[in-house]
């Protein structure tokens, strides 16, 4: 019986060239693709000997990273009164002259409420890989592409790049806050196609729901847990695979900074080494991994009890307000919130590289965030594997 699969190509590589334009060929830029079939196990096999073909991996499903209990509420009452998210201020977005103008950012996530009032003005370009139609009824995805981009509201600035004018929505998870590796993989080449400077993921595999899927196929626990694992591994090969073309294919352009999530399900609350690493997509190589901090009463920050160890870097990630599906403004706590804080930042560093004229590319975007990252905003003692090169700053 035949299985469904994601089949990623490097379509660079069934080019035949001349015999004295070998090197040429050699430094062509990779050209991914990607299609789902079904397939047996000897098609499988004979996928390997081919040499277009870059990775094969079942399709996992994937959803919002699991919520902390805090996850959705009203804006905190100390910030009602505030003209700036603490999100935003932390970062120095607000005392920076740049506002990522001139930078095209793509969200995979549940969608956008496009009606928005912080969305006014902005042109959004919709694709759905769910099958469920455009727009959000979660609410994730809104949030997300609010601190990302959103214009203030009700006179309280939520986005950190919000000169942002266009912006690729690219539905990756369903009305149920559920999709697939299969559309996260089609919306990543979909963005990249269509010039994104940033794509920013706030999802995760979901890799129990996996389990059962193969479970409810009549398949023993065992051999369900050793097909997923399975699964999980090729699928993090696919990413690399994914992530190396996009990086190869820099080299003729400007490139894409890629952010994602780490995840969260550490509960340091229960015991302090109760850390899990970062989850795919963020796991892969040349992704953005992106954990989440917290205020102190001390007015210094630590990494929230529920981020996943081991980010490049760390954003705000408790009480963000930011916009809400239907108008107004809500709190949510989460690496998901942290992520778009990140991209944001890098919408306003590539506007920045620019205006300088030294050479905006993705490259020099990534070494901006890493480099100008903050170290002295924690609280004594802080565990720098919780929080990778630092807090993420915006250009000064």
């Not at 959705?72 to 700036?84: L, M, Q, W």
């Not at 995979?108 to 006014?120: E, M, N, Y």
């Not at 089609?186 to 990249?192: E, P, T």
């Not at 560093?349 to 100008?372: I, S, Y």
Request: charge should be negative; aromatic fraction near 4%.
């Amino acid at each position: 019986m035949a299985d469904q699969f994601i089949v990623l190509r490097d379509l660079s590589r069934t080019r035949m060239a001349a015999p004295f334009e070998r090197g040429a060929a050699a430094e062509a830029p990779g050209e991914p693709h990607v299609e789902v079939v079904g397939l047996g196990k000897r098609e499988v096999a004979d996928l390997a000997r081919d040499p277009s073909v870059a990775a094969v991996a079942r399709p996992m499903p994937t959803s919002v990273p699991g919520a902390p209990e805090d996850a959705d509420a009203p804006p905190p009452e100390a910030e009602a009164g505030d003209r700036v998210t603490w999100g935003v201020r932390a970062l120095g977005a607000d005392a920076s002259a740049r506002t990522g103008a001139g930078t095209v950012v793509a969200i995979l996530d549940t969608g956008i409420d496009a009606t928005h009032p912080a969305f006014t003005g902005m042109t959004l370009v919709e694709e759905d890989f769910t099958g469920s139609g455009g727009g959000d009824k979660v609410g994730h995805g809104t949030h997300c592409a609010g601190t990302v981009f959103g214009r203030p509201v009700d006179g309280m600035r939520v986005g950190v790049a919000p000169g942002v004018e266009r912006a690729l929505i690219g539905k990756v998870l369903g009305d149920d806050g559920k999709g697939s590796t299969a559309g996260t993989v089609k919306g990543l080449l979909w963005a990249i196609g269509n010039d994104a400077d940033v794509i920013t993921m706030s999802l995760g595999i979901d890799f129990p729901a996996a389990m059962r899927q193969l479970e409810e196929r009549g398949l023993p626990q065992f051999l369900a847990t050793s097909i997923a694992l399975e699964s999980y591994r090729a699928t993090l090969r696919l990413y690399d695979s994914l992530m190396r073309m996009i990086a190869a294919r820099a080299a003729f352009g400007t490139g894409t900074v890629v952010v994602a999530a780490t995840g969260n399900a550490s509960h340091r609350e229960l015991r302090p080494d109760f850390e899990v690493g970062p989850e795919l997509p963020s796991a892969a190589e040349g992704m953005m991994a992106v954990g989440a901090v917290q205020r102190q009463p001390s007015g210094r920050l630590s990494v929230a009890r529920f981020s996943n160890t081991f980010p490049q870097l760390c954003a705000p990630g408790v009480d963000v307000v930011s916009a809400r599906t239907g108008g107004g403004l809500t709190s949510k706590s989460g690496t998901s919130m942290a992520a778009p804080h990140v991209a944001g930042a890098a919408a306003l560093w590539w506007q920045e590289l620019r205006a300088r004229g030294e050479g905006a590319r993705a490259a020099a975007v990534t070494g901006q965030l890493l480099l100008t990252a903050a170290t002295g905003v924690f609280d004594d003692g802080a565990d720098f594997a919780d929080l990778g090169a630092g807090l993420v700053q915006a250009p000064r």
